[in-house]
């Protein structure tokens, strides 16, 4: 079995690090450099950086911060928010990511995925789905929380691993910074229906919640952010204890 990924994700609001709840409510949470260098020296399988507002702006991603982040760290670097075109992922590569994740403009314009994976290949492209409770399931929402879709999560996610996403940053917006645990219900049932790795995130509070995240879930990956930024565990804490339960992780 592939190992499990602990992923640490920089919320970005006017160049500083941010965590609220369910999307509202943002606090500081210190200088980005400082905290991704940290999170290296932690040894986090990967980085997540979502310039939170850019969509909402219409502006493009903090090119210069993503430079000045990847120039300090050694782990895959991931990033989204404002990505318009092929010509900002492009950007944002050169720039040090890895990968890119792309959310409102993808529901836009769907094939904006199948272009940009053709383009750079569907290992670089990270579908991110906002999604929030609904009467019938799930809805996609874009512009970083504010705007409902109509869009039901769970066949966008069948539809963007057909177009040709590589992976699903997959956010509940019910669970996002409460510390109540993962959305289980809807990370199981969107990792059993697409043929591509799942990041889940939102809820995040104790060891346990990973551990009921890979154990009860097909995801691949859990994405953490309140918990780590304000030192309640570190990324090789919540790693020694998924090993500890029969999690495979890398340490």
Known sequence: MLA?????????????????????????????VEVAKLYDNQQADELVFLDITASVQKRKTLVDLVERIAENIFMPFTVGGGVGDLADIRNLLNAGAEKISINTQAVRFPELIRDASGKFGSQCIVLAIDAKKNEKGWEVYINGGRTPTGIDALEWAKRGAELGAGEILLTSMDYDGTKDGYDLELTKAISSSVGIPVIASGGAGTLAHFYDC??????????????????????????????????????
């Open 214 to 251: 890979f154990a009860k879930t097909g995801a691949d990956a859990a994405l953490a952010a309140s918990l780590f930024h304000y030192g309640t565990y570190s990324v090789k804490q919540v790693k020694e204890y998924l090993k500890e339960r029969g999690i495979p992780v890398r340490l």
């Open 4 to 32: 499990k990924r602990i992923i640490p994700c920089l919320d970005i609001k006017d160049g500083r690090v941010v965590k609220g709840v369910k999307f509202l409510g943002l606090k500081d949470a210190g200088d980005p």
